[in-house]
């Protein structure tokens, strides 16, 4: 049906777009350009998520969609067929028969949201813990659920994994991303007004906030590690340190004697560059851009402050970096021989996986290697010589033995409580020479001085010596 338009000569063209604009958003004679899916649903009118619409325009100014409205949900007597959609709510498909289709794969989450329940839960751009934040969530904020996907699993502070799924949302306001369902309150929504009285509001920016959350905070005696040169594996490979825990309101204190996760709510704000856990004996501050204060209170009342740091490479790099290093000493060793003989002290081999076999060692039971000791095992080269044999010796290494019950290896001079003797070392054109560390002589994994009355063993590099019996 067409309308006539009386136009007035003259009329400015604003006046003009406004008589206009009502009758070609509404006017029953407007092309259809295709079919769309609702993805979160109407208030006015009434029209759950999931219904397929017929589309009319797409209005990239305005950011909304021009929809018809189902007859089943016009109120009676309303001329209004059509009504508008933000761009993001609606899901344009083209063909009835596919926007059928993609409403019918949508039908397990049609009626799907949720209510956050953590104040600055974030969503992801993909679905992993440690992938960037696309949208900061308010505690009570509701959340449509698009779709249930694969994902790296949650981990809690603990390293276990977390009970949950990862799921693909839209916020109110149009953002999609990702985001694990461990702090959500899934429900499902048929009608009524939805809403948990949180309304989306423009975050306010705190990047010193977003600096803190975005890093991994390790015990100051990591970076100790990396400026003395002296890395010790064991020690790293724990993943000792502080994290906030954004995604789980689960903050974690984990070191040396003492693990410690706080449940929170929220972090707000407190004082410059300070935060405060809200539900939680937790606080923490920034020192530098590099160094952080957790402060908390333990369980005898009592407040404590630990520091942490944001260091220049992962952990697990390190580990990397470090192990590279050990193996190139220890390849240095092997390319020296691998052979070595002592008339006194017996044959020493070097295997190219690490190892090492030893026998005719008679004269060093029992007071350095104890009675019945099988003389072979793995070389482990993490040890640093202090400063005041650095210059004198090339390096120190640990050889630890197959098989030997623990307290025996304690009691025969080597590192109490592990089936391992140490010692420091120097390599000429002939051979090597090694000089057993006392367990007293060490701190760590650092050589600190020699022996008192040092046991001084040579060998010489050799080949085609046959090895000599084990006692």
Known sequence: ???????????????????????????????????????????????????????????????????????????????????????????????????????????????????????????????????????????????????????????????????????????????????????????????????????????????????????????????????????????????????????????????????????YTGIRAEGNRSWRFEGASLQMSLRSDTTLAVRFTDPGGALQTLLFVALSMKVDNLIVQETGRREALFRNLYDHGPGFFSVNYGALRFSADGGFNWSGFNLLVPHIIPPGIPGKGVVDMGLFLGPSLSGRYDGAFTLRFDGIPETVAGDAGGIAGTSALSFIYTLDDQGFRIEHVPAENLNGITVTRRAVSPTVIYFVRTEGIPAIPEP
Do not use: H
């Open 1 to 263: 049906m067409m309308f006539p338009i009386m136009v007035k000569k003259g009329w400015p063209f604003f006046l003009l777009f406004a008589v206009l604009l009502p009758l070609v958003l509404f006017g029953s004679c407007s092309g259809l350009l295709g079919w769309g899916v609702l993805l979160w649903s109407a208030e006015n009118p009434p029209i759950p998520s999931g219904t397929i619409l017929p589309v009319y325009i797409r209005s990239n100014i305005d950011k909304v969609w021009v929809a018809g409205i189902p007859e089943q949900y016009r109120q009676a007597g309303d001329p209004i067929d059509k009504f508008e959609v933000p761009l993001a709510q609606l899901e344009f498909v083209g063909q009835r028969q596919a926007a059928e289709k993609r409403a019918a794969a949508f039908s397990d989450f049609a009626l799907l949201y949720a209510e956050t329940l953590q104040d600055g839960l974030p969503v992801r751009e993909i679905p992993d813990n440690s992938a960037r934040r696309v949208y900061r969530l308010k505690q009570g904020q509701i959340i449509k659920i698009l779709e249930q996907v694969e994902g790296n699993p949650a981990i809690s502070t603990t390293g276990d994994p977390l009970p949950g799924d990862w799921f693909r949302v839209l916020t109110e306001d149009g953002i999609t991303g990702y985001c694990f369902s461990y702090r959500l309150q899934i429900f499902e929504y048929t009608g009524g007004i939805l809403s948990a009285g949180v309304t989306p509001q423009e975050e306010e920016e705190d990047p010193d906030l977003e600096m803190v959350l975005s890093r991994i905070w390790s015990p100051e005696s990591y970076e100790t590690m990396i400026q003395s040169g002296r890395i010790d594996t064991e020690e790293l490979s724990k993943q000792w340190g502080f994290s906030p825990g954004q995604d789980l309101g689960l903050a974690r204190i984990y070191m040396p004697g003492l693990d410690r996760t706080f449940s």
